[in-house]
């Protein structure tokens, strides 16, 4: 059973999370094509946002902005029904933040830097000692309070929330270069040669996005920044290594403050910025023991959860049964006469008869036909596929028809299905 540090929550009572959630999310293709990518589906029920503000809430952190911008609809009204539940006479609180034009008529949000700095009036209002600025599209478990708590020890300008990932691989992503008491002395964004950890030269320290300020000293910081006209106004480009050359900056480690509750092999967070990537993050889930445990009672993973009556498994005949197997099949699906292996089925799911699925990831509100057979597969929301569809079997017939990843996923959208040949 997970259990918070002692002390931990009078600093996250103090505190405000910041959730940059105006992402586009382009590398996940036709699925951000009507949505931002932390509004995307996850996990059967959620959505990628769902970790960020379930982390915030779980630290006890319960005053929370969200930015938005691109394509916002389905985000804000995920966030209306689904996180409803803040009570103002307890000084808790959700603002849904728009890039309205708050401060210039012809500027919308122009970084990540640039959102906050738009909405100082709003965090001034909430009278916060400590700011958590979070990327709002990422999976992971995190508590919050841990890397609170490192950054009043340090006195610190800045906290830098990171992953660490092996130095290899590392080049994807922007790496802290740390001395040993995890004084960041160097930031690199994607270097050929990553710098390692000191006394682990195969492991380097990539940053989540995640920050931690005293909030006065943020907003100062982020009004110099405004009046630049050389910056980019973006944490990670300009604030961050501005703060490494000429103030203190500290790398905070997620192995510190991940949430494990015993099952886990090792600290999961996961980028599910591509279809490959998120396709395998939602297949992972099957396994019999999967890296994430969604499954925990002491840290649960909050949502909009829709009305909907239980799955059901119909038919019991040879070649139409049926089955769902090494899968997690969500309320309101229903499994007649078809076969589903090492699948994920969102909310309402409807496979017909003589229909196999194998490592398929459908949306909600999907209906897959008699006689499709679907491998290797994501289904955006409310797909309807033709019986007798074949998809995953012959790349080159797919590519033509669909969008296949570079790993091979097959992406399909009502869209391309409505584009087939009669």
């Known amino acids: 059973m997970y259990k918070s540090p002692s002390g931990a929550g009078a600093l996250s009572r103090q505190a405000m999370a910041f959730v940059l959630a105006g992402g586009r999310g382009s ?45 916002a609809h389905s985000l804000i009204r995920h966030l209306q029904r689904g996180w409803n539940f803040f009570r103002a006479e307890r000084n808790e609180m959700l603002d849904i933040l728009p890039a309205s ?23 001034e209002d909430y009278g916060v000692k400590y700011i958590v600025i979070l990327a709002g599209d990422h999976i992971y478990k995190m508590d919050y309070s841990v890397m609170l708590a490192q950054h009043v020890e340090t006195a610190a300008d ?47 320290l990539a940053s989540m996005g995640i920050y931690v300020f005293e909030t006065d000293f943020l907003i100062d910081l982020l009004r110099k920044d405004a009046a630049d006209p050389n910056s980019a106004h973006d944490f990670g480009k300009d604030l961050i290594p501005h703060l490494v050359r000429h103030g ?11 949430v494990m509750t015993g099952s886990e092999p090792r600290p999961y967070w996961r980028d599910v910025g591509t279809v490959d990537a998120f396709w395998q993050a939602n297949i992972d889930l099957t396994d019999f023991v999967p890296e994430l445990d969604i499954y925990s009672e002491d840290w649960p993973i909050w949502t909009y959860s829709e009305l909907s009556p239980p799955a059901k498994f119909i038919h019991d005949e040879t070649d139409r049964r049926g089955t769902a197997v090494s899968s ?22 409807h496979c017909h008869s003589y229909s196999q699925l194998e490592r398929v990831v459908a949306l909600p509100y999907c209906i897959i036909n008699r006689n499709a057979r679907l491998t290797k597969v994501v289904l955006d929301r409310g797909v309807v596929v033709p019986e007798g569809l074949v998809v995953g079997e ?29």
């Open 27 to 71: 590398r996940l293709e036709e699925l951000t094509a009507r949505r931002a990518k932390p509004a995307v589906f996850f996990g059967g029920k959620s959505r990628i946002i769902d970790f960020a503000l379930s982390n915030a809430v779980n630290s006890g952190i319960r005053r929370i902005g969200v930015a938005t911008q691109y394509k």
């Open 101 to 123: 034009q708050r401060v210039d008529e012809r500027q919308w949000y122009l970084g990540t830097a640039d959102a906050v700095t738009q909405n100082i009036d709003i965090i």
């Open 158 to 204: 800045v906290t830098v929330g990171c992953v660490e990932v092996p130095r290899l691989e590392a080049s994807a992503f922007g790496v802290m270069h740390v001395d040993k008491s995890s004084r960041i002395i160097d930031f690199f964004e994607k270097p050929v040669d990553p710098p390692a950890m000191p006394g682990s030269p195969e492991v380097a």
């Open 248 to 258: 203190k900056a500290v790398a905070h480690k997620f192995s510190d403050s991940c």
């Open 328 to 349: 997690m099949v969500s309320g309101g699906c229903i499994v007649s006469g078809s076969n589903v292996l090492e699948s994920l089925l969102f909310t309402g799911v």
């Open 394 to 422: 012959d790349p080159e017939e797919d590519a033509r028809r669909f969008r296949v990843s570079a790993g091979g996923v097959t992406l399909i959208t009502q869209n391309m299905i409505d584009a087939l040949p009669g």
